[in-house]
């Protein structure tokens, strides 16, 4: 598929009682192949460059969230290990930094916090385990990584306005 076919799925979907929203399968695609670590890094850059483009309709279905969902420090939606999620959010950082600053924002945002499972492998064991409310230490390391990154992006936009 090419790009212009991709993005085409990114308009806002349509809503009422026959609405449809497009995405969603590729979004699914994309969510399953996250829970297989050595995929997150290639999920994580494919669902950052689509969330540069902004969907404005009511559908919760973006590639944002299957993203926040993902590096969620709480309930992360891939079997990858703390330390290979920390290692695709500096990427994401680095990267792609607008997308980054958000994903961290979300991960030491107050205020209660609810989440709806990603998209699960259905005949592979990829997921099996994973994807569920972590340990308070593991959310505490996932958190304090995602604050860390948002602090270092907050100094380098300090030291540019500087200049």
Known sequence: MDQP???GLLRPAQSGLFGRCPRTGLL???EC?????Q???HVTTILAQLSR???DDNWANKPIASLGAIFRCWMPQTAATLEERNKALEM????FPNIGWQICIEQFEPGPRTASPSYRPRWRSDSSGAGQPLPRPEIIASARKALDLAL????RC???IRR
């Open 5 to 7: 076919v991709i993005l």
């Open 92 to 95: 994401l950082v680095t990267r």
């Open 158 to 160: 300090l030291v540019q």
């Open 53 to 55: 483009t902004k969907i």
């Open 39 to 41: 995929n997150l890094p």
């Open 28 to 30: 699914w695609a994309l």
């Open 33 to 37: 192949l996250a829970w297989r670590p």
């Open 152 to 155: 270092s992006w907050l100094n």
